[in-house]
């Protein structure tokens, strides 16, 4: 084994113990019921409960169907692999699957519900993650990653919702006697879930995190990667738009409230990440953002320190007699 494969393996090893770790120190964490209570549920038009936080879901729809056609038109992004293909392919198909996932949830808010809305939403993420690792890291084991990356965000939403069945038989009964003798079995199923929303939470926010640092400092292979910096502003924007869900609502006076213009600054993640893939071209120097922040702050001090010295101006001073001529 090279050094750099073992040096994955450690990452990917280490990974997993932090994890592990993480999951046996920390308390679970179940889903509050508080959170299916939107300001917003005014049924406005068509007999649509909760009309604005469906109908705000929309975009999705749009943005997501065009991505994926764009994907595979004439190579109109111009994507270097089939692993980039098949996971801005599988971005996109989240998005739009978001569209019809999260509306379902707004019909009719609940746990059951939450897992549609939230499915759709970790397949984006953990594509996103993939991508970062094809263009950033290497472009091998992102491709390799797409699908493990995918089943760990499915596999999160079940361990949140998996229910626990156990069979209880108790018999005979002496309680129930027919006509025919053969003994009576009575059974009983108790469920349970796990209700952890712990690696949900990793899931969800561990890309949030990553995606912005490693944009600002590992280097990229295309250019226009500050569109990354603007598709995580406004994702952060909709996550402050959801906490202040109900403050946004009376703040409008209860025109709008602050889950539907989530849904909607949600929605220009995908714009400015498809703006991003038509625009883009091969990096010729790939140098990070980081890199070219402080070549500009550089720079800007060296203007700074231009405009700042004193003009030496010359002077040319004419010798004036003022005695008379005789």
């Given at each position: 084994?090279?050094?750099?494969r073992k040096?994955?393996w ?28 939107f ?14 936080n ?22 109109y ?5 089939q ?5 801005w ?7 739009t699957?978001?569209?019809f996932?999260s ?23 953990t594509s ?9 890291v ?31 038989i ?10 025919f ?22 899931v969800?926010f ?8 490693m944009a ?8 226009h ?6 598709a ?5 924007l ?18 709008v ?20 893939l038509a625009?883009?071209t091969?990096e ?5 953002l ?19 010295n ?5 002077c ?11």
């Open positions: 084994m090279d050094a750099s040096k994955k450690v990452a990917w090893a280490v990974a997993a113990v932090i994890f592990v770790v993480l999951m046996l120190v920390t308390p679970a964490i179940p889903q509050n019921e508080d959170y299916h209570d300001a917003d549920q005014r049924t406005l038009f068509l007999g649509i409960p909760n009309t604005l469906v109908i705000s879901n929309i975009p999705f729809f749009f943005v997501g169907v065009a991505g994926l056609i764009l994907c595979h038109y004439k190579d992004f111009r994507l270097s692999s692993g980039e293909l098949w996971s392919s599988l971005f996109f198909a989240g998005v699957a978001v569209a996932g509306s379902y949830y707004h019909l009719n808010p609940n746990d059951a519900t939450l897992v549609w809305d939230r499915l759709p939403m970790t397949i984006a993420f996103i993650m993939a991508i970062f690792i094809i263009e950033r290497d472009e091998r084991a992102g491709a390799k990653s797409l699908a493990p990356l995918v089943i760990a965000g499915a596999l999160s939403i079940l361990y949140w919702r998996q229910v626990i069945s156990s069979v209880q108790l018999f005979p009964s002496e309680y129930f006697h027919f006509a003798s053969a003994p009576i079995f009575t059974v009983f199923t108790v469920c349970s879930y796990f209700d952890d929303l712990r690696p949900y939470a990793v969800q561990v890309p949030c995190i990553a995606i912005p640092i600002i400092v590992i280097p990229p292979m295309y250019t990667s500050s569109y990354w910096l603007w995580a502003g406004f994702y952060l909709a996550k402050v738009e959801e906490a202040a869900d109900k403050p946004i609502y009376r703040w409008t006076h209860q025109i409230s602050g889950h539907t213009l989530k849904h909607l600054c949600a929605a220009m993640v995908p714009v400015f990440l498809a703006l991003m625009k883009r091969i010729p120097e790939r140098v990070s980081l890199q070219k922040w402080k070549i500009g702050l550089i720079t800007v001090k060296e203007s700074r320190s231009k405009d700042g004193t003009v030496d101006v010359d040319n001073y004419a010798v004036v007699s003022t005695s008379s001529e005789q």
